[in-house]
């Protein structure tokens, strides 16, 4: 049985922060994908949406539920029913061939915003000083102290003026492992949820989050989090927006998707996070923070 857990970027944002006209239209586009992938699926699957709990990553989400709603509407065989039906569960389970989009999945903050995101404000500070790229701005973030002075040439080069000296990775406070972490717990309690209610039921689970999930992408593409290995994995390029990298699971094994790349991982998704977490307690040390995650 295929159960997929997708990792998708929200679309375009207004200078409010809000989602633009232009990421509404890639939200429906978006939907289409979806749609697509939906209609392919194997009978009795299940496709929700859990967003962030940023009213771009909502609105996003919203987004692709509606261009679906509209698009299954020749399909018997397809529905949609909203989480906050009280019936819902059990209309689900009366028709095991039939297959479900159920919608209006509450934002999170497991990979939004709360109070204890505190790499937020330094990474729009950073953002800022770096062109407004929030690769570079990430890269900043992931770097270890031996990839520092590399990595400070480069911005140099690439932002004749800024200041490389300004650039602290220990200003982010929380570690990237950290963040990485939470879209993977995120997505394995889904995970846990559907398998105990649905447990014969394959599954599309979209994450509607931000770059940040880059972090998560290379941590299951097998790789440590580093300013190297992030620049190489994307290749120069932050993720667009809409874009989604893809963790497939059967009976066999479990794959990772990303442009156009597969990983067959040779973890378990336990052993990702031990592999975050040392590294998180690793990179406080240098960065001489108390605690560990």
Not at 85 to 104: A, G, M, S
Request: aromatic share 10%; glycine share 6%.
């Amino acid at each position: 049985m295929k159960h997929t857990i997708d990792t998708l970027r929200h679309g375009a944002k207004a200078p409010d922060g809000n989602l633009s006209e232009l990421g509404q239209e890639q939200a429906r586009n978006k939907g289409d994908e979806y749609f697509q992938r939906f209609v392919e699926s194997p009978p009795g699957t299940l496709f929700f949406i859990l967003p962030s709990n940023v009213s771009r990553a909502i609105d996003t989400g919203k987004g692709i539920e509606d261009r679906l709603r509209e698009l299954i509407v020749d399909h018997s065989d397809m529905h949609v029913l909203s989480i906050q039906e009280d019936d819902w569960e059990q209309r689900v389970n009366e028709l095991p061939e039939d297959k479900f989009i159920i919608t209006d999945l509450h934002g999170t903050r497991q990979f939004g915003l709360g109070k204890d995101m505190q790499y937020v404000k330094p990474f729009q500070d950073y953002t800022r000083m770096l062109g407004g790229e929030e690769l570079s701005a990430i890269t900043t973030w992931v770097a270890w102290q031996d990839e520092l002075e590399e990595w400070k040439a480069k911005a140099k080069e690439m932002y004749p003026e800024i200041d490389p000296d300004c650039l602290h990775p220990e200003s982010f406070v929380q570690t990237p492992e950290e963040q990485a972490i939470k879209y993977i717990m995120s997505a394995r309690r889904m995970a846990e949820i559907a398998n105990k209610h649905f447990p014969d039921r394959p599954y599309i689970h979209v994450q509607a989050g931000h770059n940040t999930a880059d972090l998560t992408a290379l941590a299951l593409s097998g790789q440590d989090i580093s300013a190297n290995n992030l620049q190489e994995f994307m290749g120069g390029k932050g993720r667009d927006f809409v874009e989604s990298s893809s963790l497939e699971f059967n009976d066999e094994e479990t794959t990772f998707k990303f442009r156009g790349k597969e990983y067959v991982m040779t973890e378990t998704i336990d052993e990702v996070i031990e592999r975050l977490r040392k590294a998180s307690d690793r990179r406080k040390k240098e960065w001489k923070i108390d605690g560990s995650f």
